[in-house]
Every structure is written in structure tokens, then in C-alpha cells.
């Protein structure tokens, strides 16, 4: 049986193999701490299952415009206007499946084979293979050695006359970093000149710490007209908990969002009723439940960086939103990939290669979990990887030795 050439260059994801091999452990009986995860733990928020239930108790479950219901789009023009201080309408938004699809529906919309797509290093695994996945060619950009912001002019200097666009994600995955203001100004001031689509994955806008926002890029935009190459992506995943509802959403100028109802009603038709009511019922709600989850993640952020802070060989760079963080483990192990494995087997705690972002010698820890998991997931790195750790350690009743260097 052979796939095609396409489908054999797409990486398999590597959160979703670490997820599995947890999985597997964890079956087993064995106490493993998942330090990988990429959504929160909290609850959904009740509107939202209240909505929901709601729909789906009238039993009446059909497909919807490909846009989106209009009680949705509606919502999502409110958020615009409080969230980014931007007027729309219903002709500048698609609903979509989660704001992944967002991005591949937007990627097959704008990309024709062998234009080149800018990406921030370190960044989203799944960037460079959406991406690949419309016959794109990812362009990585990285960042000066133990910064997570690259500079404007690594940026401009990797601009060709096939560069079709460049995605910002900021608050960041991995990193946490959250994009000064200047650069922001800058990238939209060089994306409107340059005449380059700019991309904003604000997927992680809410979840900001230590009292900053994430600036609204339409801030510095001059082009306001219908032509504005500037595009929004976002959803209620991470804000609202809601990874599993699948609903995400673009705004765009309004060619681009014709062009791309073609594109998703020729894939998924729609995202699920039962999942638009959830969200419009998040949307709408009561808005509590997010202020709660951004403080838990901010004091599991300062617990898991002071742990980390007791480490000789780490170096960190304390996140300013989301729920992970970066670490720089080169003085312990170069290869992530390795180090990563190595902590899974000896250690019991799922992390993510920072190889996997484009930023090779890092791990990515979340600290979307509990304070216990945090804790306890660092001192057991900090057992397998500092030789002053004990010989011996703890894990539930099962007694570890350390038989490595
Ligand atoms: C940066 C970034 N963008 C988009 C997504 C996808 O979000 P959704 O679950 O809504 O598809 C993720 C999920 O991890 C993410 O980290």
C-alpha cells in the first residue's frame, strides 16, 4: 500500500505520541506526570453546557451555514469589538473546527504551491506542516540565542519575492512569551508596506500574566479597508477550556472569507450545532471562568518557575501567558529529543522536545495541571539530570536508583 508523497512528509505530532506513550504507561499502573499537556484542566464553562444541552435536548441536530450560526458570529463581533477594539461585520468572519482548521482552511485559501510562509521560532509544531500540507514552503525565523522574540531584522531579511505571509503567535507556544508592543507595531507597519499577509494566532490572548495584554495588532494597522491584509485567528480551546467543543474562527477581510466558506464547505460543511451553541454560550456568558483560569495558571507559572530556579544547569525565561514554558536544558543534554525519552523512562514525566519548535536543547513543561504535578514532575527532573541529587528516590512505594551518570 504506498500514501502519497504528501502524506509520508507530514510529521507525525509529536504532543500526540508523547500522549500516547503517557497513556500507555499509565495503563500499566505506572505513576507517570504529564508535563506535556496543551489544555487547561478546569471545568467548561456552565453556559457553555448549558447552551449546549439545550440544543442538543431539542434533538433537532442539522448542519448549519458553513459560516457559522449568526448567534456565534454575533458573539465573535462583540468579542472583536471588546477584545481588539475593532468594528466588523458578519462578512468578516468563518466559524471553523477548532482554530486549527482555521489555519489550514485559511493556509489552502491564500498559499499556492511553493510560496513561502514566515514562522517565529520557536513556534507551534503544527505551523510548518500546514503549511507543507497546501505545498507551502515554511520559512523558520529563529530568535538570537536565549531570546524567544526574533528580531525585526532576521524577519525583513528572510522576506523573498515568495514571501505570501507571516504568522505571529504571541502569547507564544512554547515559550510563553508574550511579543513586545514595538514589535507588533513594526511587523503590521512592514506587512501593510510590504503588502504580505499577516497572520495573528491570539489563540492564548487571555491568558496573560503579571498584569500585561497582548496587544491588539489592529492597533497599529493604517489599512482599515476592505483589502486589509490582516487576519485574526482565534477560539474558545484554550480561553474557555473547551478543547474538546473544536470551535475556533478567522477574521479577514471579506474576500478572503468568501474564498474560504468555499474551502470549508467542501470539507466539513460546518463545525458541529451542539459545538457553536457551547461556544456562543461561553461567549455570551458569564465571564469569571476565564479570569479564575488565568490566575491558577499565573501562580502555577511563578511555582513552576522557582522550582526551576533550583536548578544550577537550567535557564530560564519566566513566561508572561499561556501555560507552558521553556526551559534551557543544553548544559545538561543538547539533544531534546533524547532528554525528553530519557526522563519519560527514568523519571516518569512527560515532556516535549524543544526540537519539535524549532528550538533544539529546550524542553517544553506545562503548568496547565495541578501544583501537585508541577512539584513533584521537577523534582523528579531535577533528580535524574543533577548528579548532587540522592541516589535513591520515591515514586509512590516504588523505590528508584539513579544507575547513570
Ligand atoms: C498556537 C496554537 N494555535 C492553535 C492551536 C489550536 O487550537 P484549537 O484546539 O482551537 O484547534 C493551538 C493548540 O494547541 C496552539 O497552541
Known amino acids: 500500500m504506498s500514501v502519497s508523497q504528501l502524506a509520508r512528509e507530514i510529521r507525525e505530532s509529536a504532543t500526540l505520541r508523547l500522549n500516547e506513550a503517557a497513556r500507555l504507561l499509565k495503563e500499566r499502573g505506572e505513576p507517570v506526570i504529564h508535563?506535556?499537556?496543551?489544555?487547561?484542566?478546569?471545568?467548561?464553562?456552565?453556559?457553555?453546557?448549558?447552551?449546549?444541552?439545550?440544543?442538543?435536548?431539542?434533538?433537532?441536530?442539522?448542519y448549519t451555514p458553513t459560516e457559522g450560526i449568526p448567534s456565534l458570529i454575533q458573539a465573535i463581533i462583540r468579542y472583536t469589538e471588546e477584545n481588539y477594539n475593532k468594528v466588523i461585520g458578519p462578512e468578516n468572519v468563518i466559524v471553523s473546527s477548532g482554530a486549527k482548521q482555521a489555519l489550514y482552511n485559511?493556509?489552502?485559501?491564500?498559499?499556492?504551491?511553493?510560496?513561502?510562509?514566515?514562522?517565529?521560532?520557536?513556534?507551534?509544531?503544527?505551523?510548518?506542516?500546514?503549511?507543507?500540507?497546501?505545498?507551502?514552503?515554511?520559512?523558520?525565523?529563529?530568535?538570537?540565542?536565549?531570546?524567544?522574540?526574533?528580531?525585526?531584522?532576521?524577519?525583513?531579511?528572510?522576506?523573498?519575492?515568495?514571501?505570501?505571509?507571516?504568522?505571529?503567535?504571541?502569547?507564544?507556544?512554547?515559550?510563553?512569551?508574550?511579543?513586545?508592543?514595538?514589535?507588533?507595531?513594526?511587523?503590521?507597519?512592514?506587512?501593510?508596506?510590504?503588502?504580505?499577509?499577516?497572520?495573528?494566532?491570539?489563540?492564548?490572548?487571555?491568558l496573560v500574566f503579571d498584569g500585561k495584554v497582548a496587544v491588539p495588532c489592529y492597533k497599529y494597522a493604517k489599512d482599515n479597508s476592505d483589502s486589509s491584509k490582516l487576519i485574526v485567528i482565534n477560539g474558545v480551546s484554550k480561553m474557555y477550556a473547551m478543547t474538546g467543543f473544536r470551535i475556533g474562527w478567522t477574521i479577514a477581510n471579506r474576500k478572503i472569507i468568501t474564498a474560504m466558506i468555499n474551502v470549508a464547505a467542501q470539507n466539513t460543511s460546518c463545525p458541529s450545532i451542539v459545538s457553536q451553541a457551547?461556544?456562543?454560550?461561553?461567549?455570551?456568558?458569564?465571564?469569571?471562568?476565564?479570569?479564575?483560569?488565568?490566575?491558577?495558571?499565573?501562580?502555577?507559572?511563578?511555582?513552576m518557575v522557582n522550582e526551576l530556579k533550583s536548578f544550577s544547569g537550567v535557564k530560564i525565561i519566566p513566561p508572561e501567558g499561556t501555560f507552558y514554558c521553556l526551559p534551557d536544558f543544553r548544559a545538561y543534554r543538547m539533544n531534546s529529543n533524547e532528554l525528553s525519552h530519557f526522563l519519560l523512562e527514568k523519571a516518569l514525566v512527560v515532556t516535549v522536545p524543544g526540537s519539535e519548535f524549532g528550538l533544539e536543547g529546550y524542553l517544553r513543561l506545562s503548568y496547565c495541571g495541578s501544583v501537585k504535578d508541577i512539584t513533584e514532575g521537577i523534582a523528579r527532573i531535577k533528580w535524574a539530570l543533577d548528579p548532587d541529587s540522592p541516589n535513591e528516590i520515591y515514586i509512590g512505594d516504588r523505590k528508584l536508583r539513579r544507575d547513570w551518570k
Open 278 to 303: 457551547a461556544a456562543t454560550g461561553a461567549l455570551n456568558g458569564v465571564q469569571s471562568s476565564v479570569e479564575s483560569l488565568r490566575l491558577t495558571l499565573e501562580n502555577n507559572r511563578n511555582i
Open 106 to 206: 485559511l493556509m489552502m485559501t491564500i498559499i499556492n504551491p511553493q510560496d513561502e510562509v514566515i514562522i517565529l521560532a520557536p513556534h507551534w509544531v503544527s505551523y510548518p506542516e500546514i503549511v507543507k500540507m497546501v505545498y507551502g514552503i515554511p520559512v523558520i525565523v529563529r530568535a538570537e540565542d536565549g531570546r524567544f522574540q526574533p528580531r525585526m531584522k532576521d524577519i525583513t531579511q528572510a522576506v523573498s519575492s515568495y514571501t505570501k505571509a507571516i504568522i505571529i503567535n504571541s502569547p507564544n507556544n512554547p515559550s510563553g512569551a508574550v511579543y513586545s508592543e514595538d514589535f507588533i507595531a513594526e511587523i503590521v507597519e512592514f506587512c501593510e508596506k510590504k503588502d504580505i499577509y499577516l497572520i495573528m494566532d491570539d489563540i492564548y490572548q487571555k
Open 35 to 62: 508535563l506535556g499537556a496543551g489544555e487547561p484542566k478546569s471545568k467548561v464553562p456552565f453556559d457553555a453546557v448549558l447552551s449546549s444541552s439545550v440544543k442538543l435536548r431539542s434533538a433537532d441536530i442539522r
